[in-house]
């Protein structure tokens, strides 16, 4: 059963619960569908006048938020052994080369790297633990936090509430179609928010003096 068909089944209340403890876990530190749940849910909102459009954003924004923050509670408690916990546990994201460029990222972008990770599949699920390994000041953690939230998913829900609108005949027979075109929209604008910054990331260190 597709994601969206099994979510019709759902009660609205129950939709709004569902989205912010996925996106809350996900930010947390857990992998699991956030970006998938909400996409599904913005595209049912659009066919179902049921589901509040406002309520979803909502919902989302509230689970990314306190995800992030349980995270960088987390994060700041377990310190450096819980990156040498995870990096046995998950050399593939969390090895000495992955962290190192981590943290270098963390101490050229600071708050801005928490931002922008919002909208990054893998750094969304550790942007929240990491900061606070790295002992970034949590206000302005907070602050990048919640922009971060807000924009992504109250962006997210809007942009897609709004395209299943313009095209709800469409997407009413083929709505797996309207789904895989979603997210490749994502993933799309995800990959060019990437080659920018790391393309931001070049050019400061090609201008920066070199130490003797």
């Known amino acids: 059963m597709h994601v969206q068909e099994w979510l019709e089944t759902v009660p609205a209340i129950a939709v709004y619960a569902l989205v912010g403890l996925v996106i809350g876990l996900e930010s947390l530190g857990i992998p699991l569908p956030g970006e998938i749940i909400l996409v599904s849910s913005a595209l049912l909102a659009s066919q ?7 309520v979803l954003g909502a919902s989302a924004t509230a689970g990314a938020i306190i995800g992030d923050s349980i995270g960088y509670a987390i994060g700041r408690k377990g310190g450096r052994p819980l990156l040498a916990w995870l990096g046995n546990k998950f050399p593939k994201h969390f090895g000495e080369g992955h962290i190192a460029t981590a943290e270098r990222s963390f101490e050229k972008w600071g708050m801005w790297a928490v931002f922008f990770g919002r909208f990054v599949a893998l750094l969304r699920i550790f942007a929240g633990p990491l900061a606070g390994v790295l002992r970034m000041p949590y206000w302005k953690f907070l602050i990048a936090n919640v922009l971060g939230g807000i924009v992504w998913a109250g962006g997210t829900t809007a942009v ?21 075109a979603a997210v490749l929209v994502g993933l799309t604008s995800m990959l060019v928010i990437k080659r920018r910054a790391k393309k ?9 003096p070199q130490l003797p």
């Open 200 to 208: 931001t990331v070049q050019n400061q260190e090609a201008t920066e």
């Open 160 to 180: 897609i509430y709004y395209v299943g609108i313009v095209a709800e005949s469409w997407l009413k027979r083929f709505s797996w179609l309207g789904l895989v």
């Open 48 to 54: 179902n006048g049921e589901i509040d459009p406002v």
